[in-house]
């Protein structure tokens, strides 16, 4: 009986040793992983469908909108000013929620509180056009999210969810990303699902979409109950990915198979 | 009148296809050593059936696993190649390997086949089911044996 228990101690040690984080000389983006093709169509912008979003996204910018018949550069002015870095810290600590809310949750914000508009729909042409917009501003600079000490918690809270067990499959995040990055499911890459491309356009999608899409695409994978768009779990699991790749650079918008 | 029997029998369809399998009581096994010696239904499986479903997505085995499928373009190579399985392991081994793979190893990645408590947020179409059925577990365990080397 006694001997039973140690060996279930064990194993539950040993599962958790199992999972380790990557070491920072060792972390790659989804794009590392690509086929040539596949790099050149993100390297090129002619060639890169992300980027007929992004100029629906500059249209946007401009275009009054709301009770308050104001547009986004009325307040902003030009965005290759005043939004350069700033996807490199998104999810940021919103202090009137007490909570961190990613680009989108701000676009939104800035739509009911300031445009007095309808916030837009997740996953809507209009919310993937102007976060990808805003997003490119900051392409090439270091992640830099997570660093607000009000932040931390949320932080943690979404390592654990990273480190989770859950589903019928019974498989956490790290199971694949930071234990199995080198691997491949079925014939495709694994990779450390860095969140450095999104909105991104995906071949597979053939549309942008969201981090928050992708994350629930991987929770429906492993057979779990998807959280809802917005909700705050895949705000921290954003978050805590953010944190996971500081310094790495920002390529929105990105393309994935 | 005609009608209403068809609605009704529309309606009957719909409510078993959505009823929560938790309704299908999981077959009592006993674990001797690392082996279920005994089969889960009482009756040998179908070899060929348990290779379609060794390939099948919906299994998931060749998500992670690699083995002998030439037809197969994509396989995984997260865990062993199935190959030579039967010359590894008993069939009580295979089935328990199935059956609650962390029963052995509670670090595996290797999902519980056959267990529906333990679990985590399973989504609402998966909830209370086991992966596969005890008639499958046995379908793709009578193949397993078959794979010798």
């Not at chain 1, 992983?33 to 596949?38: N, V």
């Not at chain 1, 919103?94 to 739509?111: A, F, H, S, V």
């Not at chain 2, 040998?44 to 373009?73: M, N, W, Y």
């Not at chain 2, 989504?123 to 379908?139: C, F, H, N, T, V």
């Amino acid at each position: 009986m006694k001997f039973a228990v140690c060996i279930a101690l064990l194993t539950a040690m040993s599962g958790a040793a199992l999972a380790t984080e990557i070491p920072l000389a060792e972390r790659r983006s989804g794009y590392s992983f690509m086929s040539a093709d596949t790099k050149a169509m993100q390297d090129e912008d002619t060639a890169n469908p992300g980027m007929l979003f992004v100029l629906d996204g500059e249209a946007l910018w401009t275009r009054k909108a709301g009770g308050a018949d104001k547009a986004c550069a009325d307040c902003h002015g030009d965005a290759g000013v005043s939004m350069k870095g700033v996807a490199a810290h998104y999810p940021a600590f919103e202090k009137t929620l007490g909570k961190p809310i990613d680009l989108e949750g701000r676009i939104n914000l800035c739509r009911t509180n300031h445009q007095q508009a309808s916030p837009f729909a997740y996953e809507s042409r209009e919310l993937l056009a102007l976060s990808a917009y805003v997003a490119q501003q900051s392409r090439g600079m270091p992640i830099a999210a997570g660093t607000d000490p009000e932040l931390a918690p949320f932080v943690d809270k979404g390592r654990e969810l990273f480190m989770q067990r859950q589903g019928q499959l019974n498989l956490a995040c790290a199971n694949c990303h930071d234990d199995n990055w080198d691997k491949k499911l079925a014939g495709s890459a694994i990779t450390q699902g860095q969140p450095t491309g999104y909105p991104l356009y995906r071949l597979e999608w053939q549309s942008l979409g969201s981090l928050q899409r992708r994350l629930r695409a991987c929770i429906t994978g492993i057979r779990a109950q998807a959280y809802d768009y917005g909700s705050p779990e895949l705000v921290e699991l954003e978050l805590y990915l953010m944190t996971r790749a500081h310094g790495m650079p920002i390529e929105t918008p990105a393309v994935r198979p | 009148m005609a009608r209403l029997a068809l609605a009704t029998l529309l309606a009957a369809a719909l409510f078993a296809a959505c009823a929560p399998a938790g309704a299908e009581e999981l077959r009592p096994y006993t674990v001797i050593g690392d082996a279920i010696p005994a089969s889960l239904t009482g009756a040998k499986g179908d070899a060929t059936r348990g290779r379609a479903l060794v390939v099948e997505r919906s299994s998931a085995c060749i998500l992670c696993h690699s083995g002998p499928f030439p037809e197969q373009a994509f396989q995984g190579d997260l865990a062993p190649n199935l190959t030579g399985s039967g010359s590894r392991w008993s069939e009580g081994q295979l089935r328990l390997r199935l059956v609650d793979a962390a029963h052995l190893n509670g670090a595996t990645i290797m999902p519980s086949y056959y267990r529906v408590d333990g679990l985590t947020r399973v989504g609402a179409s998966w909830r209370g089911k086991p992966i596969l059925s005890a008639e499958q577990i046995e379908d793709i365990v009578a193949y397993l044996v078959t794979l010798r080397n």
